[in-house]
């Protein structure tokens, strides 16, 4: 089945504590993005990925780092988490974004920093 | 940077009713545009989208939604709704380039 998977689904951790979230595709995508969203702010794309290696800075990329070192895989990374970062997080990839592509979203990944 | 308006945050419907949410962009430029809707609980799905060509595009569900490129907006329409409709509907807009733009959502809630 073609799908996008987040780990974990939910984490609830304290500032300061490093984490990491997984997204894995298996549909080949060339592009993959991380969202986060949050009520009355819609989705605000924080980085995306047009290949391996290749990763740029979306509207809210502030206090997250991503690396692609492989297709398939597009962690989010929150070297030190505070509180302003509590909020619910999407993978999505897509074949390509330029051409208008669908994007394919993951179930998502609640997180709460205290 | 492109901008994405949503101005109806929450829509209350009757069952059966036609329903309308609008959405507006700010680029003049040429851009792809997407309806998404987020089921309670769940990632978003794609609704339906604009890339070229019939300004009319239709989606699942019954949804449709119309590029108006002078007023730049897209509008999704159901001309009855269902109970199953309840949901949040997210208007996207990509110029083509590497980011996507999405409007805060409206949340329709449709009522027996």
């Known amino acids: 089945e073609a799908q996008v998977t987040q780990n974990p689904r939910y984490l609830i951790t304290v500032t300061g504590k490093k984490l990491t979230v997984t997204c894995s595709q298996n549909?080949?995508?060339?592009?993959m993005s991380w969202y986060r969203q949050d009520p009355g702010l819609g989705l605000r794309q924080i980085y995306y990925s047009m290949n391996v290696e290749v990763t740029d800075k979306g509207d809210v990329p502030e206090g997250y780092k991503v690396s692609r070192k492989e297709k398939r895989n597009f962690p989010l990374i929150l070297e030190s988490p505070s509180p302003n970062q509590t909020s619910l997080y999407f993978c999505a990839s897509s074949l390509a974004i330029g051409l208008g592509d669908t994007q394919y979203f993951g179930p998502g990944t609640r997180l709460t920093v205290l | 940077a492109q901008s994405v308006t949503q101005l109806d945050s929450q829509v209350p419907v009757f069952e059966e009713a036609p329903v309308e949410l609008r959405c507006n962009y700010s680029?003049?430029?040429?851009?792809?545009l997407f309806w998404y809707v987020q089921y309670p609980n769940q990632g978003l799905q794609l609704l339906l989208k604009?890339?070229?060509?019939?300004?009319l595009v239709k989606g699942i569900n019954g949804f449709e939604a119309e590029f108006n490129k002078s007023q730049t907006s897209f509008h999704l329409r159901k001309p009855s709704v269902h109970i199953s409709d309840t949901a949040e509907y997210f208007c996207a807009v990509s110029e083509g380039s590497n980011k996507f733009y999405f409007g805060s959502g409206t949340k329709l809630n449709v009522k027996p």
């Open positions: 604009y890339l070229s060509g019939s300004t």
């Open positions: 680029s003049s430029v040429s851009v792809y």
């Open positions: 549909m080949n995508h060339e592009y």
